[in-house]
């Protein structure tokens, strides 16, 4: 099949899936004022109104056969060796009572962006998040998320409870922004969601990585003493070796047609996709997908082997995937960016005290928390340290009950929680 093509279905069934977990909730209201830059300021028309040129400033861009919508967008430019930034400003006052999430993106297009060593923050979407308290978060930006290269239209963006911020905020400054490196980018459709939480609930995911054969002979039968359906994250390249510790091809189609769980795409070799060359990168992405569809598979969400992962990387895996996952510790909260999806991992050193503290915040907090495991062996020791054993598997499924916490797949809780970018 044409890889457009299935980029193409796939997409399709992403917005059949949104459509489906969308249609009993408020759209988001935009709070940021002129977020698609369509107005000029009056007293000056190579301004966008509200939004402030910072450092070297921007530009006011009208083309509306390349702006990602309507006719306006905002570019950011240097060349040479620049010792400053680019970037535009304009703060968003929330004065919230209680502690809400905050979801803040934008999309964006990069042109020849450099990859300078000495600049963390390539282009991205940079906030100052000044909380009621007086204290202020500054967004981390790092090598594995800053934007360098070419690369069309994608989102970008973050969500404050992702960044731990679990107290009210006041104001946000809101900076699309290009380090001290050479390049373009254009920014447009800049979106602010205060999120109130109105879904009320938490939900709690049991996933299992690599797919271990303990997945069926211990997770399975245990998990369904519960009425509880589990998420696989499979590497497909693995079937052909009949490698007696993983489940085979028949047992991924049993757990996935016969007991209702759902199977995320792991990669095809198991290879962190950043040490490898773009068209390698994208096979790994594009053909484990294939593999699945052409097996009765449907899989929309991928899981980066050993959570290895880079800004070029999302921008690839989202014209295939509705989400991609790490392995970033946190719960995930209402409206998290889909490339930036959180876990807490049960491995040998867990205690059942661990457990119970992330059942608790995640309780607390409406949160959406991943339970990850690997293998569940009687070898689980020091050695074997990824592995958990039976008798802990079974102690932690015994805890979730007792939580009263909702048991979801990876799928519906990722439809619950999770917003569409482009309202």
Not at 175 to 184: I, M, Q
Not at 256 to 263: A, C, E, F, M, V
Not at 355 to 362: G, P, Q, R, Y
Not at 368 to 391: C, E, K, M, Q
Request: proline share 5%.
């Amino acid at each position: 099949m044409n890889r457009w093509i299935m980029v193409f279905l796939v997409m399709i069934c992403g917005l059949l899936i949104f459509s489906v977990s969308a249609e009993n909730l408020t759209p988001p209201l935009n709070l940021m004022p002129n977020g698609n830059f369509e107005t000029a300021k009056p007293a000056d028309p190579k301004q966008a109104s509200g939004w402030l040129p910072v450092w070297n400033g921007y530009s006011y861009i009208n083309d509306p056969v390349n702006s990602w919508s309507g006719s306006m967008y905002i570019s950011l430019t240097q060349t040479g060796t620049p010792t400053s930034y680019a970037a535009a400003r304009q703060r968003v006052t929330l004065n919230q009572k209680i502690a809400r999430p905050v979801r803040v993106t934008a999309m964006m297009l990069g042109v020849d962006i450099i990859d300078n060593p000495n600049d963390k923050f390539g282009a991205c979407l940079y906030g100052e998040i000044h909380l009621v308290n007086g204290q202020i978060v500054y967004t981390e930006n790092t090598a594995k998320t800053k934007s360098v290269g070419s690369f069309d239209w994608k989102e970008t963006g973050w969500n404050t409870a992702s960044m731990r911020i679990d107290s009210p905020i006041a104001y946000i400054d809101v900076f699309p922004f290009l380090g001290k490196t050479a390049g373009r980018v254009w920014f447009d459709d800049v979106f602010v969601e205060d999120l109130a939480s109105e879904l009320g609930t938490s939900a709690v995911t049991i996933m299992f990585d690599d797919g271990y054969k303990s997945v069926s002979t211990v997770a399975l039968p245990e998990m369904d003493k519960y009425g509880w359906k589990g998420t696989a994250a499979i590497v497909s390249g693995r079937f052909a070796a009949r490698d007696p510790n993983y489940l085979t091809l028949a047992e991924v189609k049993n757990l996935y047609l016969q007991s209702g769980w759902t199977i995320a795409s792991h990669g095809v070799n198991h290879m962190g996709l950043a040490t490898l060359s773009p068209t390698q990168m994208e096979d790994e992405l594009y053909d484990s997908l294939v593999f699945f569809h052409a097996n009765g598979i449907e899989t929309s969400h991928f899981v980066l082997p050993f959570g290895d992962y880079n800004a070029s990387i999302w921008a690839v895996a989202q014209w295939y995937y509705d989400s991609m996952r790490g392995t970033d510790r946190a719960d995930n909260p209402y409206g998290f960016v889909s490339w930036d999806v959180r876990i807490q991992e049960a491995q040998y050193s867990t205690t059942s005290a661990d457990i119970s503290l992330w059942l608790t915040h995640a309780k607390a907090n409406n949160r959406w928390l991943i339970l990850l495991f690997h293998d569940i062996s009687t070898s689980a020791g020091t050695v074997n340290r990824y592995a958990v054993t039976p008798t802990f598997f079974r102690q932690t499924m015994s805890l979730v009950k007792d939580s009263g916490i909702q048991v979801m797949t990876y799928d519906d809780a990722f439809a619950k929680y999770s917003l569409d970018p482009r309202p």
